[in-house]
């Protein structure tokens, strides 16, 4: 048990990208695997509709969906601990590919609580300035 600790610590103190650069890569990754989410369901309309019983639209985009899939879910397991997610949500995260567009929905919410949390950052540090500037301090 203490080696699988030990080994999650090593995990999470791993970070090969900057936060901004995993960002940006997961943005790809959820994108990419909603692109394979469309392409199968078109694959399946096609089948039934237009092509009726014909699988190799389905096999296709399967291939391709798939291959985004674990591509998504690799994407979450290497950047999570630059983007400093903890257990909970790397888990979450990983688990919202599942459903159709689950990940994008996932990439929107942490999307708003970063943009929120910049905003609570940038409010702290206006008021420390006023506060600062109020008692003739200077931060130089």
């Known amino acids: 048990m203490r080696i699988l600790v030990k080994l999650y610590g ?3 103190s791993w970070k090969p990208f ?3 650069e995993a960002w940006l890569l997961f943005k790809i990754g959820a994108f990419a695997e909603a692109i394979g989410w469309t392409l199968l369901i078109i694959g399946i309309i096609l089948r039934d509709f ?3 019983g014909n699988e ?3 096999q296709l985009a399967g291939r391709l969906h798939g291959g985004f899939f674990m ?3 690799l994407a979450v397991l290497l950047l999570s601990p630059s983007l400093g997610w903890g257990l909970v949500k790397t888990v979450f995260a990983g688990l919202c590919s599942i459903p159709p567009y689950g990940s994008l929905l996932f990439e929107r919410w942490v999307a708003n609580q ?3 949390a910049s905003i609570h950052y940038l409010k702290a540090r206006l ?3 006023l506060f600062l500037k ?3 301090i200077t931060t130089e």
Do not use: M, P
Request: aromatic letters at 8%.
């Open 10 to 12: 090593a995990y999470r």
């Open 18 to 20: 900057t936060e901004h």
């Open 50 to 52: 237009v092509l009726h």
């Open 56 to 58: 190799v639209g389905v």
């Open 71 to 73: 591509l998504y879910v």
């Open 114 to 116: 970063r943009k929120l």
């Open 127 to 129: 008021r420390l300035v």
């Open 134 to 136: 109020s008692r003739k």
